[in-house]
């Protein structure tokens, strides 16, 4: 534990802008092994988890925000709302990738979070953190402030409560308080005025809990029959009770939640909510005690923009911050092959990075480009949140993607929400018109669907996971040589959702009836087809579990070959849309493991090693000039061949 009179000194950045990383003025660097080039950061900029406006103990307006790049949530980074000057506050742990996702401005102006199983207490007064202690795993998901001043949490995926009593400075951890077979996230979270506390759970199956701390007695308010898809709501209200929602909707009934009871009042409840500070990673405290406020904070441009309280006396100040650079998804031979394009996620962003002269262009996304799919005219993307499937032009002026707006480019074709929200894969079948894309399904959902697009006549057909494999979802895509489609499943459900089958398939569906022709389990034990590529003589090499090589035989419809490679090589890259294989010149094919990039041997089927990456291997890859391109944290690879 970190008592009160410890203090982590933050870095002044005014003073140390080099420390700021901009891939764009960054030069390739060699390796030792001269065959890999690292080619820069592909989007050098972080994004916010929360932002604070408040004063520091001199009195100055600052405004705080949590930063996450790659890395994950790596410190809290303090603005000087008059002059810009801003320093940086390292998280006192091991992020271990983990970032906020739930925040609380307390009534003693401190700020606090809860990830990675660590409880964290700021000071703006003395610029320092103040109280940090290890929980439970893992993550807050939503936080209060009781009538005691005492805050409180409740944490993603078993519902851990904690309690922090600032007044003592000490912290009680009572663990697990509620049990599902899925992962509980609780966005809401209130204490009435006598002292118990409640949440509001989702997303498979909707509750209301509350909470005694006295007698540490869990009650579940919702009886079975109320339980709904989605997330449930709770708030305080300035009567000192709390009211909630079996699903926040304003149509809704409503519920009178006191002294650890429930009491259905029905519709037409106006909340009239006490104000505490608190919220989602998208957490907005935007208002000065002076009553100025913020208008934009601007990690990409480096700018802060305030306003008075009237609206008027805009100011801008410059800042600066220290940043790995973004989360990639994944990289691709753009349609020209001049470019390595792909999508970066927090800030969503999409990248082109001109192999001959080595430059760079980026810009704003709509939503996280998981997936992607070339021909020679356009590229496809796969975007979450809502399963849209994208269409980008790279012929034609880029113009952005504003719902509601003509001539968008990227333009969105079609939204699959909520049959496909997370998208896995996107295949552009070689008959030029057809555009397929699969993925899970929206939060709390089990199996996702499959789509088709007709690039000619723009119709779709949208099929759902009853149609394809019911309860599972579809990870992996490749066409075969008569023109039909392998797809390969995942047992994994919707985030959130609850996980019903047991072992993942392989199907075979007609592109033109939209028909799934079989379908079997074809490994014992399989969870994931991770991915799959078709070779010249119709057989399909694939990846499962990350681990498995395997060729299968689609006109047998049998395995004729697997071996557990991870054994020799490590596990292959991840990601939600992984591209492991990676097809070169002619017939050759290459896969991509964490560590290693190796080359399949046609006639054996075994993988020849040709080299190990310097850094670790974070997301496929695709071939271009000789070269494979392939994403190291947040950086741009290449390997030559």
């Known amino acids: 534990m970190v008592k009160k009179n410890w203090i982590l000194y933050g870095v002044t950045l005014m003073s140390l802008v080099s420390m700021s990383l901009r891939s764009s003025e960054k030069p390739q660097r060699a390796h030792a092994d001269d065959r890999f080039v690292d080619h820069g950061v592909a989007s050098p900029v972080s994004t916010n988890r929360g932002v604070v406006a408040t004063v520091d103990g001199q009195g100055r307006n600052i405004v705080m925000a949590w930063l996450f790049d790659v890395r994950g949530g790596y410190s809290l980074l303090v603005i000087d709302e008059e002059t810009g000057e801003s320093e940086e506050f390292p998280m006192p742990f091991d992020t271990a990738g983990d970032s906020p996702f739930s925040s609380l401005f307390s009534s003693q102006g401190k700020l606090y979070t809860l990830f990675n199983g660590n409880f964290v207490e700021f000071d703006p007064e003395t610029r320092a953190y103040t109280f940090h202690k290890k929980t439970a795993p893992q993550m807050a998901m939503g936080m209060t402030e009781d009538d005691q001043g005492r805050i409180w949490a409740v944490t993603y995926p078993?519902?851990?409560?904690?309690c922090y009593d600032p007044e003592i400075d000490s912290l009680t951890d009572y663990g697990y308080v509620n049990k599902e077979n899925w992962a509980q996230y609780q966005r809401y979270m209130a204490a009435d005025d006598t002292g118990w506390i409640y949440f509001a759970l989702g997303n498979t199956n909707s509750q209301l809990l509350a909470f005694n701390p006295d007698s540490r007695e869990v009650r579940p308010l919702l009886p079975t029959t109320e339980r709904k898809r989605g997330m449930a709501y709770v708030y305080r209200n300035r009567n000192g009770k709390v009211f909630g929602q079996a699903l926040q909707d304003d149509a809704a009934p409503w519920y009178e939640l006191y002294q650890g009871n429930i009491v259905p009042i029905g519709v037409g409840h106006r909340p009239e909510a006490k104000n505490i500070i608190t919220?989602?990673?998208?957490?907005?405290?935007?208002?000065?005690?002076?009553?100025r406020r913020i208008v934009s904070?601007?990690?990409?441009?480096?700018?802060?923009?305030?306003?008075?309280?009237?609206?008027?006396?805009?100011?801008?100040?410059?800042?600066?911050?220290?940043?790995?650079?973004s989360w990639v998804m994944g990289v691709a031979t753009s349609p020209d092959r001049q470019s390595i394009i792909?999508?970066?996620s927090f800030p969503m962003r999409l990248f082109n990075h001109a192999v001959a002269n080595e430059s760079w262009s980026r810009e704003s996304a709509f939503g996280q480009f998981n997936a992607i799919a070339v021909t020679d005219r356009y590229a496809f993307f796969g975007s979450y949140p809502g399963g849209h499937l994208m269409i980008w032009d790279p012929q034609k002026p880029f113009t952005g993607t504003v719902t509601g707006r003509e001539g968008n480019n990227p333009e969105v074709a079609f939204t699959c929400k909520p049959i496909i929200y997370r998208p896995h894969r996107v295949l552009a079948h070689p008959n030029d018109r057809t555009i397929m894309m699969s993925g899970t399904p929206d939060y709390g959902y089990t199996g996702g669907g499959l789509l088709f697009y007709d690039m000619k006549s723009r119709e779709h057909v949208l099929l759902t996971d009853s149609q394809v494999v019911e309860n599972q979802s579809t990870m992996s895509l490749t066409t075969l040589k008569n023109g039909k489609v392998l797809g390969g499943t995942t047992i994994a459900p919707g985030t959130g959702g609850?996980?019903?089958a047991t072992l993942a398939e392989l199907y075979q569906v007609d592109v033109n009836t939209k028909q799934v022709e079989w379908r079997k389990p074809v490994i014992p034990g399989v969870q994931t087809y991770s991915d799959l590529a078709t070779r010249a003589d119709g057989k399909v090499y694939g990846i499962a579990d990350y681990k498995l090589f395997f060729v299968f035989d689609p006109e047998k419809q049998v395995v004729i070959y697997q071996k557990d490679v991870s054994i020799d090589l490590g596990r292959t890259v991840g990601e939600q849309s992984p591209r492991i294989f990676v097809k070169g010149a002619g017939e050759d094919l290459y896969l991509l493991f964490h560590d290693a990039?190796?080359?399949?041997?046609?006639d054996s089927y075994q993988l020849t090693l040709l080299a190990h990456t310097p850094e670790p291997v974070r997301a496929g890859g695709d071939y271009l000039n000789n070269r494979i391109y392939y994403?190291?944290?947040?950086?741009?690879y290449s390997y030559a061949l």
């Open 342 to 344: 792909g999508g970066s």
């Open 158 to 162: 078993n519902s851990g409560l904690v």
């Open 631 to 636: 994403i190291s944290g947040s950086h741009l």
């Open 498 to 500: 609850e996980r019903k």
């Open 597 to 602: 990039i190796t080359k399949v041997n046609h």
């Open 297 to 325: 904070l601007d990690l990409i441009d480096r700018q802060l923009t305030t306003e008075d309280a009237a609206g008027n006396a805009h100011k801008t100040v410059n800042f600066d911050y220290s940043t790995e650079g």
């Open 279 to 291: 919220g989602s990673q998208a957490l907005r405290h935007l208002v000065f005690p002076d009553g």
